[in-house]
């Protein structure tokens, strides 16, 4: 499941090998010095189809478990007074979601699906430009729920 938990995971690691900030892009905290990442999320609980419903008798009783393989998509802009730095920080992002971060994505149990190609995301503010290049993470994960359920323990049966 992409919980809060596992997000903030993935943006540390990131920040590790880029060793740059990672910042949500709604942060009302104040903006660090050049360079740095911002991401957003930016469509999630994308369900693929109906859920999955399985039935296990535990130690806890009979269980329900409803589970659905989920996508949700990531945008990525590195900001940067430098058009190559934003750049080549935008082709460490794709290295880390493409190579890197997998074996860590796979034991928080989720999957990159799509990197998209490297986009010029950059903008004029007033008299300067602010120079960012982008791209966008798609992942897949499994949204599980279990739930107990009562059983029946006795039933009578009368014929008519």
Do not use: C, W
């Amino acid at each position: 499941m992409m919980t809060v938990e596992t997000r903030n995971t993935i943006t540390n690691e990131l920040y590790k090998f880029l060793g740059i900030p990672v910042i949500p892009d709604d942060d009302d905290g104040e903006i660090p010095d050049y360079p740095y990442v911002v991401y957003s999320t930016t469509t999630d609980n994308n369900r693929k189809g109906h859920d999955s419903i399985t039935f296990e008798d535990t130690d806890e009783g009979f269980m329900k478990t409803y589970a659905n393989q989920v996508g949700t998509s990531y945008s990525f802009n590195a900001h940067s007074d430098s058009r190559d730095e934003a750049i080549e920080t935008s082709y460490k992002i794709a290295e880390f979601f493409q190579r890197v971060g997998r074996d860590l994505l796979n034991q928080l149990g989720v999957a990159v699906t799509e990197v998209s190609p490297i986009q010029n995301r950059s903008m004029m503010l007033v008299d300067h430009y602010v120079r960012r290049q982008g791209l966008d993470v798609r992942f897949n994960y499994i949204d599980a729920s279990t739930y107990p359920i009562d059983s029946i323990e006795n039933t009578t049966i009368t014929g008519g």
